[in-house]
Each structure stands twice: as C-alpha cells, then as structure tokens.
C-alpha cells in the first residue's frame, strides 16, 4: 500500500479522469486478494493508459519530484511527516546542507549542482531560520554535540560519526552530494517500488 500512495502521488495517477480511473481499481482491488495488495495489477493498469509506473534512479533530480521523495526520506528516517508539526510557525523549510549561497559565491557551482535532492533535507523554520548558513562541519557538529541523531539528516555513517569532514571544498561537496543522493534512491525504491524486490525473493 506504502508504494501505492507514493507512486499515485510521484505519477499523478488521479490527476484526470478521477472517475474512470476509481470505477477501474475498484474492480481490481474491490474483491478478496489472496496475494495480498494487486500492485501488479494496478501498474500494468495504469501502463496500459499510458502513465508511469516504476520509479527510475534518473527521475530523482526531477525538479518536480524531488519534494514529494524528500517527505518520503523524512517520514522513513523520522518516523512522522514533517507537515505534522507541534507548533503553528515551525513548518517544514526545505535546507540546504551545504548552504546555497556560499556554495555558489565561494565554490562557484552552478544552482543546478546546488538546488539538488543530494543536498536537500527538511528541517523546522525556526531551526532554519537559527542556521544563517552556518558551514556543514560547525552546523551538523554542533547538533551532534548537542546529542541530536544527525545520520538521520546526513544518511552517511562515516559523515555522521565524524561531521567535521564535512569540509566546505568542491570535492567534498560532490562525494557527500552524490554518495548521498545513492542513498536517498535505495530507501525511495525499496518504498516506491517494494514488488521489485519482492520479485527477486
């Protein structure tokens, strides 16, 4: 059901003709299902109009998607949606790790290498607000420090043991960026596309 939801919202399944898509599902999941949840079924539905079905490793720089998979990396690390916020004025801000604009007046990398899902997390705004775009290495050592859980941010064991090497220099960047981008797309394909994984079992 988990890879369900998501895929309905990555894919925008019910997007149009709400109606003819509901009648047809209704058919293939309002019966008794021996086998458990027709994803199959419902994918080869949808291929069938034309519509996407499977998450590809490609799609994950998706302007469009990337901030229905960054809810999605939150909800798998933190347990809870970041929209379900305790207080009114601390909604979800989307972060830069390395911070935007240092990353693009002192390394000089293009927004395109900056504004991306491997740099990406979602935090308070009161927390965002605080950060000022503080350097990785001080930030996420402090937090640390403080006792905070910062692999569930960083998602990289030896980052998050060690966030002092978290230096702001463009190699760093591109190896934590990217070595964290490959971890956001296991934990979205095991949620997005679990009957993959299934089929190999």
């Known amino acids: 059901m988990r890879g369900y939801h998501y895929k309905a919202q990555l894919f925008g399944w019910y997007s149009q003709s709400t109606d003819t898509i509901v009648n047809a ?46 809810n999605l990396v939150y909800v798998d690390q933190m347990g809870s949606s970041p929209f379900d916020v305790k ?69 990289l064991d030896d980052f998050s043991a060690d966030p002092s090497n978290l230096a702001f220099d463009e190699g760093t960047y591109r190896e934590f960026r990217d070595r964290r981008l490959e971890v956001i797309w296991q934990i979205a394909n095991s949620i997005v596309n679990p009957e993959n994984a299934a089929a190999v079992l």
């Open 25 to 70: 599902l209704h058919g293939l999941m309002g019966k008794v299902c021996p086998g458990g949840f027709p994803i199959n079924d419902v994918k080869a539905y949808f291929g069938g109009r034309g519509g996407q079905s499977e998450l590809k490793k490609f799609q994950l720089t998706e302007t469009r998607l990337r901030f229905i998979l960054l």
């Open 87 to 155: 207080y009114k004025g601390n909604e979800p801000h989307v972060d830069h790790i390395y911070p935007r604009h240092a990353s693009l007046t002192k390394l000089g990398l293009p927004s395109s290498d900056v504004n991306h899902l491997g740099n990406y997390r979602f935090v308070g705004a009161t927390d965002n607000i605080r950060k000022r775009g503080e350097l990785p290495a001080s930030y996420f050592s402090r937090l640390k420090h403080a006792g905070l859980d910062i692999r569930k941010h960083l998602l």
